[in-house]
């Protein structure tokens, strides 16, 4: 089954009413299966959970989802492409690759922490998934991770960034921005900047 976007492209027509309500359904129903399979586990999570907590029948939700794995693959599909656009639009708008590198991680992290934990914890936390979301999840891990090697690659060519190994850096890197939803708990706005502003400084500091 093939799901509409969120949002219709830029310039194209606006949605009809319909179309705005189901796009927006199909949104509480992603957030919600997230949310579940964080707590229940995949093998433990039943089309009938999510139903119930939408406040839709099983059969409902068919018209939706054709199965549970199309259902977490738009999981998937939803939080990767809206995580890589704002990755992408952040790293072409930055000066320099230090900069951008700076921005990137700043942006994770408010990803993780503010903007969207629920549908992040499907690529941070473990799960059982099955082959087949397994491979999903590496393919928009990839392009995830192309983002930030084209900075990286980028910085060290231009003499800004030293990394001793790009490839082990940029993997301490992902390590620490995934273990910071771990033990970040939001307080003030001023705050939050200030500890995330911290955090991206440290793993920086693993580039200079």
């Given at each position: ?190 705050e939050d900047k200030k500890a995330l502003s911290l955090v991206s400084e440290s793993i920086l500091d693993i580039f200079r």
């Amino acid at each position: 089954m093939i799901h509409p976007a969120t949002e219709p492209d830029a310039g194209g027509p606006p949605l009809s009413r319909v179309a705005r309500k189901r796009n927006q359904r199909i949104d509480a129903i992603l957030n919600v299966a997230a949310q579940v399979v964080a707590e229940h586990g995949y093998h433990n999570t039943s089309l009938e959970m999510i139903a119930d907590q939408v406040d839709l029948t099983k059969a409902s939700l068919y018209h939706y989802f054709d199965s549970k794995d199309d259902l977490f693959s738009a999981c998937f599909q939803a939080v990767a492409e809206k995580t890589i656009a704002r990755l992408a639009a952040v790293a072409d708008a930055a000066p320099t690759p230090l900069d951008a590198l700076r921005d990137l991680i700043l942006e994770q992290l408010e990803i993780f922490v503010h903007d969207d934990p629920d549908m992040a914890r499907l690529f941070l936390q473990h799960q059982d998934w099955p082959e087949s979301m397994r491979e999903k999840q590496r393919h928009w891990r990839r392009l995830h991770e192309d983002i930030f090697v084209a900075v990286v690659e980028d910085g060290v060519a231009s003499g800004q960034l030293h990394p001793r190994d790009p490839r082990v850096a940029l993997h301490c890197m992902h390590g620490s921005i995934n273990f910071v939803p771990i033990w970040f708990r939001p307080r003030s706005a001023a705050e939050d900047k200030k500890a995330l502003s911290l955090v991206s400084e440290s793993i920086l500091d693993i580039f200079r």
